[in-house]
């Protein structure tokens, strides 16, 4: 199935609303834990940057699971940042967990040299995929633990169909209509791994864990 870019920031007040109040407890958490089982040794203190951390549900999941971690998280989109800093205040992490407002890759993160990079469901947004992978070798500090999580574009139409029905079909019809979209914008595993040869990082693996969901992990030379 052809890919079919969406825009590259979600940054209605509606939209981000309704991403901030639905339920993706499970497969965030699935996501958290995954990073444990496909990267073991991941430090227990550590400079921390996740990459389009919208309104950062699953931030504030990897701070639970890391205590030692400080995290800068970099979204483009304000209206999902104002979400994101009222959960990182919820959860009692301001001291732990920071957001900046950053349009990658004009815009300059908060630091350099982070030992771990994150980013969940950036990459299919980006119009250009490098940019991701420029920034975020640009941002980590040598031998830093990557894992960058997102969705993976269905072979074809009745499968996009069947997934759609199977994950979103109880949600509100903005979360039904833009999990199509990501889903269309969303990269194959294999282009995934194309981008990664030709960004100088064929060392990290990508892994399809789910009918929906792919990971990138490993650390950077």
């Known amino acids: 199935m052809r890919r079919v870019p969406e825009?590259?920031?979600?940054?209605?007040a509606g939209q981000a609303a309704a991403y901030a109040e639905a339920d993706?407890?499970?497969?965030?958490?699935?996501?958290?834990?995954?990073?444990?089982?496909?990267?073991?040794?991941l430090p227990a203190t550590a400079r921390v940057l996740d990459l389009g951390c919208g309104p950062a549900d699953v931030t504030v999941r990897f701070a639970r699971a890391?205590?030692?971690?400080?995290?800068?998280?970099?979204?483009?989109?304000?209206?999902?940042?104002?979400?994101?800093?009222?959960?990182?205040?919820?959860?009692?992490?301001?001291?732990?967990?920071?957001?900046?407002r950053a349009v990658l890759p004009q815009d300059?993160?908060?630091?350099?040299?982070?030992a771990v990079i994150l980013s969940n469901s950036l990459l299919h947004h980006l119009h250009n995929p490098q940019v991701l992978w420029r920034?975020?070798?640009?941002?980590?500090?040598?031998?830093?633990?990557?894992?960058?999580?997102?969705?993976?574009?269905?072979?074809?139409?009745?499968?996009?169909?069947?997934?759609?029905?199977?994950?979103?079909?109880?949600e509100p019809a903005v979360l039904r209509r833009d999990f199509e979209a990501s889903l269309r914008a969303a990269?194959?595993?294999?282009?995934?791994?194309?981008?990664?040869?030709?960004?100088?990082?064929?060392g990290l693996a990508v892994t399809e864990l789910t009918d929906r969901h792919l990971a990138v992990a490993g650390r950077l030379p």
């Open 7 to 12: 825009p590259e920031l979600m940054d209605a």
């Open 24 to 41: 993706f407890s499970a497969p965030h958490q699935f996501l958290v834990d995954q990073a444990r089982r496909l990267l073991p040794d």
């Open 66 to 100: 890391f205590p030692g971690w400080h995290i800068d998280g970099v979204d483009g989109a304000e209206a999902m940042l104002a979400l994101g800093r009222a959960r990182v205040a919820d959860a009692g992490l301001e001291q732990r967990v920071v957001l900046h």
């Open 108 to 114: 300059s993160l908060p630091g350099t040299d982070y």
């Open 135 to 170: 920034v975020l070798c640009a941002a980590a500090a040598p031998g830093a633990f990557v894992y960058v999580t997102d969705l993976r574009r269905p072979a074809d139409e009745i499968s996009l169909r069947q997934r759609v029905e199977t994950h979103s079909a109880p």
């Open 187 to 202: 990269f194959t595993a294999q282009e995934v791994r194309d981008q990664l040869r030709d960004a100088g990082l064929a």
